[in-house]
């Protein structure tokens, strides 16, 4: 899904709101898109006003910075061009709403009259904010919409309510964080612009390492202020305290498991790693903020896993067929959104 807030009814009421200048779609708005095996289908019409309504996103906040170039380039650097990659993420958005709409009741969820008076307002102010050509180009009637924000609210409120059934309750051994305070003094070569590497000579790294050895030695109190002297930068690092193998972290996994010896306000001998040498200190043996962050990074984590694995087997559960020849007509290049001016 491209769209992730907590808002339901009211989730796409300004981004509608954007002038529209469009040449025709080349296909029948009402021709079936999309066919499901329950014998349900999906206008391409719909399709088409939600891909759209993507383009302008794009167009008004990234077309400034990639140019005209924009959709036919591989920005994402995924092999595909950035409308191929837009097509192909409004058919999955489509299907997996379509999909959510089918299980709401499994979690009761339902929209209020509050939520449809908002949907009958937004869609309103969408139809006022829009030229009358512009929309008749686009296919951007009332029901689409309707349609759009109606599906967006389900979708929220129905995500809302995975999240809150997945299982957040983690183990001090997964989150408790330990903060220290690191100086690195690289002993890593120089790449040329030609990509040439040029290794660090024995000279520099045996300065690299004398550093190190002075900025231990002037002891925990004048830790910033000799860091600074030899143009060190300090810098602060926190890491789970019960891990010991640290896979793809800043800090070589030596260095952190040397710094678990320290206590707190201590600082460390000159420790070799692969790129440098290093003087730690021991900031936090229990950094408390820390560990909240880290609680809310695994809960963020799991939910999006658990909501991931609970929706693709809704979709799994049904088979899509898309008129791929029909789809080819759409097109994201053809013309540009602009932003209604502010009176």
């Known amino acids: 899904m491209f769209l992730k807030k907590k808002a339901a009814a009211g989730v796409a009421a300004a981004a509608l709101a954007i002038t529209l200048s469009l040449t025709g779609c080349g296909a029948n708005p009402k021709a079936a898109l999309i066919k499901v095996d329950t014998g349900d289908t999906i ?14 996103q794009y167009d008004i906040n990234y077309k400034p910075y990639y140019g005209e170039s924009m959709w036919t380039s591989d920005i994402k650097q995924n092999g595909t061009t950035l409308e191929e990659n837009v097509k192909s993420q409004v058919i999955d958005q489509i299907e ?10 499994d979690y009761g969820v339902t929209l209020s009259d509050d939520d449809n008076a908002k949907i009958e307002e937004y869609s309103n102010k969408f139809l006022e904010a829009n030229t009358e050509n512009g929309l008749n180009k686009m296919g951007g009637n009332k029901q689409y919409a309707v349609e759009f924000l109606t599906n967006m609210a389900y979708a929220i409120k129905v995500q809302n309510e995975i999240y809150e059934e997945t299982e957040t309750d983690f183990t001090a051994a997964e989150t408790e ?5 690191y100086v690195r003094f ?6 040329g612009s030609d990509g040439t590497e040029t290794p660090m000579s024995d000279e520099d790294k045996a300065a690299a390492k004398k550093n190190a050895e002075d900025l231990a030695a002037a002891g925990a109190a004048n830790y910033e202020t000799k ?29 952190i498991n040397e710094s678990k010896s320290l206590k707190e306000g201590e600082i460390s001998k000159a420790i070799e790693g692969e790129d440098g040498w290093y003087v730690v200190r021991m900031d936090k043996l229990l950094d408390e903020e820390a560990t909240e962050n880290k609680k809310s ?3 963020s984590s799991a939910r999006s896993d658990h909501y991931r694995e609970v929706v693709d087997g809704w979709k799994e559960g049904y088979t899509f067929t898309l008129d791929e020849k029909l789809w080819e007509k759409q097109s994201l290049q053809e013309v540009a959104f602009t932003q209604k001016a502010s009176n």
């Open 297 to 299: 990074t695994l809960t």
């Open 43 to 56: 206008e391409y019409g719909y399709a088409n006003f939600v891909a759209n309504y993507y383009k302008a």
């Open 177 to 181: 964080q330990s903060t220290i305070s």
């Open 227 to 255: 860091a600074g002297e030899l143009s060190g930068e300090v810098k602060s690092f926190s890491y789970t305290k019960a891990d010991s193998t640290f896979e793809g972290m800043i800090i070589p996994a030596n260095v």
């Open 186 to 191: 690289s002993t890593e070569g120089t790449t």
């Open 96 to 105: 997996e709403q379509w999909a959510i709409r089918q299980h709401a009741d």
